[in-house]
């Protein structure tokens, strides 16, 4: 997987031809749980998939590769930085960004910084419990809100309920595959007003909304801005849900004062947010080493 992603890369910067000494390094978004000051990518808990990808030195390799600065950054949090300067977060200081596919997360935007906490880990969004008795989530918990709301749980359940037998579209249009279950079909299936598809959406929303509740009521936020796959298939069908028990379980003044809104940035934010991250950390480099020299007049 690694060498593909590489020879891709190689073939990018040969494409644009930059000219020699002018890429400064290479911004990494990687989603899993990520460990940014050592570089290292330390789990990708997904079902069935990638189980021997751990504590995968991905900074270090990318910088031997192409023999540049590197920087590694978890995706989530590299699309929330793209918003924050080239989409809905720009001129906004206190937001979240929260990022739904087969993980959930969300990045943390406090008086106009990331906010990362004390170990780097801030925004497990995923791993708040918001069911004590719900299924066992791949960091071991119980009725975290990545193992009832990611787009895995909801295809799991779709996939459960039809080996059930549970009569839904869903079934025609993945030809019958089980396999071929993905969120796209179940929110295609949601707008035909399909009743499997329509409520394992809405369990999901209700459940992402419990969470959302919690962090209006414990950070105030301006806005909270809906990215990745889940939110891109189905946005109306989770942000109305969303908005109505935020209104419920929100203090009044804390509700009143945020907009949810989707991201407009596709699938390229990741990439870019990265780049920008791994740019501001190069003139940082680059201002430190200048005013480290010895001034000579
Ligand atoms: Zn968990």
């Known amino acids: 997987v690694l060498r593909r992603v590489f020879e891709c890369v190689q073939g990018a910067i040969r494409a644009v031809a930059l000219p020699k000494n002018s890429l400064l390094g290479i911004g990494v978004a990687h989603s899993g749980v990520i460990d940014t000051a050592k570089g290292l990518v330390l789990s990708y808990p997904r079902p069935g998939q990638m189980a021997e990808w751990k504590n995968v030195p991905l900074q270090s390799l990318c910088e031997q590769e192409f023999k540049l600065p590197c920087l590694l950054e978890d995706s989530v949090r590299t699309r929330a930085v793209a918003e924050q300067i080239y989409g809905l977060g720009r001129n906004v200081d206190d937001f979240l960004y929260i990022g739904a596919g087969m993980g959930i997360g969300a990045a943390i935007f406090l008086a106009g910084k990331l906010y990362r906490g004390g170990g780097g880990k801030a925004g497990e969004f995923g ?64 707008a035909e007003n399909d009743s499997l598809a329509f409520r ?42 969303i908005r109505g028990v935020i209104r419920q379980r929100s203090l009044e003044k804390s509700a009143n004062d945020v907009e949810l809104l989707a991201s407009p940035l596709g699938e390229e934010a990741g990439a870019l947010g990265a780049a920008r991250m791994m740019a501001e950390q190069a003139l940082e480099t680059l201002y430190l080493k200048a005013a480290r020299k010895p001034n000579k007049g």
């Open 200 to 241: 394992v959406l809405r369990e999901a929303a209700s459940y992402m909304a419990l969470g959302l509740a919690d962090l209006v009521n414990l950070l105030n936020p301006r806005l909270i801005i809906f990215g990745g796959p889940l939110f891109l298939a189905a946005p109306q069908l989770l942000a109305d849900p």
């Open 127 to 190: 791993h708040i419990t918001v069911d004590e008795d719900g299924p066992l989530c791949s960091c071991g918990n119980n009725g975290c809100l990545e193992s009832v709301a990611s787009c895995a749980a909801i295809m799991q359940a779709v996939r459960v309920a039809m080996e059930h037998g549970v009569d839904s579209k869903i079934r025609d249009l993945a030809h019958g595959d089980l396999n071929q279950v993905s969120i796209e079909v179940i929110a295609l299936a949601a």
